[in-house]
């Protein structure tokens, strides 16, 4: 079905004499040499993951399709191409600026997702939550159109700026890799609205779309975060809510090495104990404090618009020298801050002479939007 056609299209072309469109980026292989299309891929969305050719990638004719909308912290996107294997370590994470949550379920195909603990398959239909943390999985095609044509997957994809959806979703990250089942009534809902928001997106206005982002934050909120089998993970509706004070608190004064559960628990008023169970789906208090505190260090060791040292950066969030900044971010991302500074410019380059080349492909926005999504 063609979304883009008909009475729709001429609406499109007259609103948009009046007002601006989103956000709108669109990367295809179609019109590159058949030699040079994985290649491109490969390259395109190693924003996002490294992939490996499957025996269903390229035992027939290989095409990438990516359409993608950006609407303020908000990321619809839906992916077309032949089945294979994505990879994302740690390295990946920290050296694109990950810090989003990625919501998916596929149209045709499956996904195999394989972890240290297990391996598990979402079925066409599922959505499965991912919080752009270490991962291997395999894109499963679909069934051939006909004799001649190549097996695809195709899925649907809201990327969110994780601080935005964590204010709703406080204990979000516990959520890493789980499945709301196809054909159940809050999968149905949300599935439902992401592909209306993505089929409708071409005739939004900027102004309703910037309307529409709290409302979707509050809908994944009431379908991810109330689905029964979720409830157990992220605790009762009152530490929820406290919880959201926590961490309102603790990113509003980084810059203190003062700031620990004596502190935290004084301004909230509660026990030492009440805030360890509040925080307890998290990790702990302190490991809520420097969590957030080596997320902010990377966001600034990939601005472009600062030139702050490494050394003033550790001392802006609360560490007591450059050493133990050093140490913590090391541990948590798998490098040290200079590199990540050093992997950003390289970054910044490529994607700079990139953007030379890219009317072959249509453009690769959509790899930029990913890295920088955040609030």
């Known amino acids: ?60 004719s290989f095409d990438a399709n990516v359409e993608s909308y950006m609407i303020g912290p908000l990321m619809f996107a839906c992916c077309k191409t032949n089945g294979q294997a994505f990879t994302r370590d740690k390295k990946t994470v920290a050296r694109h600026n990950m810090d989003h949550i990625l919501i998916q379920f596929y149209m045709q195909g499956n996904n195999t997702l394989i972890t240290p603990r297990e391996t598990m398959r979402t079925s066409a239909g599922d959505i499965q939550i991912d919080m752009a943390q270490e991962l291997n999985s395999i894109a499963n095609p679909g069934p051939r159109a006909n004799d001649a044509a190549p097996r695809i997957f195709s899925n649907m994809s809201l990327v969110v700026a994780r601080d935005r ?43 309703d779309a910037d309307t529409l982002v709290n409302p979707t934050l509050e809908l994944l909120a009431a379908t991810i975060g109330k689905a029964p089998d979720t409830v157990d993970k992220v605790g009762g509706t009152l530490d929820q809510a406290a919880l959201i004070s926590v ?20 301004h909230l008023g509660v026990s030492r104990a009440s805030l360890f169970r509040i925080c307890q789906p998290i990790g702990g208090v302190m490991a809520l404090v420097r969590t957030r505190r080596l997320l902010v ?37 798998g490098f040290s801050p200079t590199e990540t500074r050093e992997f950003y410019l390289a970054n910044a380059l490529n994607q700079k002479n990139g953007a030379k080349n890219t009317g072959s492909v249509g453009d690769r926005k959509y790899e930029s939007w990913i890295s920088n999504l955040v609030s």
């Open 1 to 60: 079905m063609d979304y883009h056609s008909g009475k729709q299209g001429n609406y499109k072309h007259e609103m948009s004499d009046i007002t601006p469109a989103i956000d709108h980026s669109h990367f295809s292989t179609k019109a590159l040499d058949p030699k040079h299309k994985y290649d491109a891929w490969e390259d395109s969305i190693s924003a996002v993951f490294e992939v490996n050719p499957t025996e269903n990638t390229l035992s027939r």
């Open 165 to 207: 959806l964590e204010t709703f979703m406080p204990a979000l990250h516990t959520l890493h890799l789980h499945t709301l089942k196809a054909n159940t009534p809050l999968n149905l809902i949300l599935r439902n609205f992401i592909m209306a928001m993505f089929q409708n997106a071409p005739d939004l206005t900027q102004h």
């Open 247 to 266: 961490k309102q608190f603790v990113d509003r004064h980084l810059h203190l090495n003062t700031l620990g559960p004596d502190l935290i628990a004084k």
């Open 297 to 333: 260090a990377r966001r600034m060791l990939n601005n472009m618009s600062t030139s702050r040292s490494v050394k003033s950066i550790a001392y802006a969030l609360g560490f007591s020298d450059q050493s133990s900044f050093n140490r913590a971010y090391k541990q948590q991302f």
